[in-house]
């Protein structure tokens, strides 16, 4: 049960950071070409993974094992760490990630702008 209980907490762990790396490399170097400025500057790019990787590995380490784990089978020595749906949850949700930094990012100001603002800046 225990050992059943760590290879899931590894491979929420591991779905978890992956997610998290994938985005943050393709936001760095996209950012850098488009914009010829990194959105995220070294330093953040740190405390980003210090935050995650430290928040990750407590709330995924943290759950304890529950008997339903025996209920299913084991699985085999050859099995790939990374199956088919961790690959399509880690994929689907950078993507959706993505979508919403980038817009942030490029259309961020133009949202955030209220019709006073806009009035403001046009000198009405």
């Not at 762990?13 to 994938?22: A, H, P, R, S, W």
């Not at 490399?25 to 953040?44: E, H, N, R, W, Y």
């Not at 259309?107 to 000198?123: I, P, Y």
Request: charged share 15%; with cysteine; proline share 4%.
């Amino acid at each position: 049960m225990w050992g059943r209980n760590v290879y899931d907490s590894i491979s929420k762990f591991l779905q978890f950071q992956l997610t998290v790396n994938i985005v943050a490399v393709i936001v760095a170097f996209t950012g850098a070409c488009i914009t010829q400025d990194s959105p995220l500057k070294a330093v953040q790019m740190l405390w980003v993974n210090l935050i995650m990787d430290t928040f990750a590995s407590l709330a995924l380490a943290t759950e304890p094992p529950s008997e339903s784990l025996l209920l299913r089978k084991p699985y085999g020595r050859n099995k790939p760490l990374i199956s088919r749906t961790m690959m399509k949850n880690i994929l689907g949700h950078a993507v959706y990630q993505l979508t919403l930094i980038f817009t942030l990012l490029f259309v961020g100001e133009k949202l955030g702008q209220t019709r006073c603002s806009a009035h403001k800046q046009l000198g009405c």
